[in-house]
T-cell receptor
Framework: DGGITQSPKYLFRKEGQNVTLSCEQNLNHDAMYWYRQDPGQGLRLIYYSQIVNDFQKGDIAEGYSVSREKKESFPLTVTSAQKNPTAFYLC???????????????FGEGSRLTVL | KNQVEQSPQSLIILEGKNCTLQCNYTVSPFSNLRWYKQDTGRGPVSLTIMTFSENTKSNGRYTATLDADTKQSSLHITASQLSDSASYICVVRTMNYGGSQGNLIFGKGTKLSVKP
């Protein structure tokens, strides 16, 4: 079945450590996104990529890094520079286009990161 | 400032009852509005999309309405089931002046609990 796979589902990290969250999609979507979700807040955009080898900062990119070497993969690294990394991280993908498409986001199941 | 406000923040209803969730937005220019359902610890899934010209759209027991003049949308759930317990997120997409898809503005969600 087509979809988005995030791993790991749960991750614990010590302060000062970098951690990488995996996101893979087989929907043949051009665009991929990383969002952060905190209790009582709306989803906030960390990074997005419209095409391979290109990505853009979102609203809260500080302390995060990404790469887009393959169309199917968009890993997110949470670095030690991120001051409050404990959160639920969601990866999503969508078709890219300039038409008035609906732009539906297809989300993965999320990764919950806890910093100890 | 583009904003999406949802109400109520949380809601508890008995199984079999109906309920209505509200979404008010101040997004301009408007492209579309989408309702997502997010089960606890999972990624959001699209329920329905409303474009400027649409007033009502149903998806099973879910009916969304849109009043583009007052910039309000509602999601009505009929004959609620225990599986409807989730967060419901309203997301509005802006439109770029070239007609292409713009940014997504997320509401904070309404947490619905359906009790037996």
């Amino acid at each position: 079945d087509g979809g988005i796979t995030q791993s790991p589902k749960y991750l614990f990290r010590k302060e000062g450590q970098n951690v990488t969250l995996s996101c893979e999609q087989n929907l043949n979507h051009d665009a991929m996104y990383w969002y952060r979700q905190d209790p009582g807040q709306g989803l906030r955009l960390i990074y997005y990529s419209q095409i391979v080898n290109d990505f853009q900062k979102g609203d809260i990119a500080e302390g995060y890094s990404v790469s887009r070497e393959k169309k199917e993969s968009f890993p997110l690294t949470v670095t030690s520079a991120q001051k409050n990394p404990t959160a639920f991280y969601l990866c999503a993908s969508s078709r890219r286009g300039t038409s008035l498409g609906t732009g539906e986001l297809f989300f993965g199941e999320g990764s919950r990161l806890t910093v100890l | 400032k583009n904003q999406v406000e949802q109400s109520p923040q949380s809601l508890i209803i008995l199984e079999g009852k109906n309920c209505t969730l509200q979404c008010n937005y101040t997004v301009s220019p408007f492209s579309n509005l989408r309702w997502y359902k997010q089960d606890t610890g999972r990624g959001p899934v699209s329920l329905t999309i409303m474009t400027f010209s649409e007033n009502t759209k149903s998806n099973g027991r879910y009916t969304a309405t849109l009043d583009a003049d007052t910039k309000q949308s509602s999601l009505h759930i009929t004959a609620s089931q225990l599986s409807d317990s989730a967060s419901y997120i309203c997301v509005v997409r802006t439109m770029n002046y070239g007609g292409s898809q713009g940014n997504l503005i997320f509401g904070k969600g309404t947490k619905l609990s359906v009790k037996p």
